[in-house]
Nanobody, 125 residues
Framework: VQLVESGGGLVQAGGSLRLSCAAS????????MAWSRQAPGQEREFVAA????????YYADSVKGRFTISRDNAKNTVYLQMNSLKAEDTAVYYC???????????????????WGQGTQVTVSS
């Protein structure tokens, strides 16, 4: 599975961005997906996850109510809609896929097997 993120950029606090993660490979539609982020000098942290069918989602407390993860299996793409952005959301955002098929979404970033290169999100205050 290869993952390519897009949609990052510079936005003012309170604004919105939508990240996309395009996946290659026949197993995307059966793989749980997740978004994580890493700010400078900090460890990578879990942001959101979605199971293979899109029926179950999980969010970090810091983004709950502001971010929404979704997927379109027909397009092999997972999205992260980010609203009410804050300066502390500034980070490189990574998309990840689970190699296990039809597994539930997990909230531990270390349990995902395939990663994209990341897309920078910068929120100015």
């Amino acid at each position: 599975v290869q993952l390519v993120e897009s949609g990052g950029g510079l936005v003012q606090a309170g604004g919105s961005l939508r990240l996309s993660c395009a996946a290659s490979g026949r197993t995307f539609s059966r793989s749980a997906m997740a978004w994580s982020r890493q700010a400078p000098g900090q460890e990578r942290e879990f942001v959101a996850a979605i199971n293979w069918s899109g029926t179950t989602t999980y969010y970090a407390d810091s983004v709950k109510g502001r971010f929404t993860i979704s997927r379109d299996n027909a397009k092999n793409t997972v999205y992260l809609q980010m609203n009410s952005l804050k300066a502390e959301d500034t980070a490189v955002y990574y998309c990840a896929a689970d190699r296990l098929l039809r597994a539930g979404a997990r909230t531990n970033s270390n349990e995902y097997d395939f990663w994209g290169q990341g897309t920078q999100v910068t929120v100015s205050s």
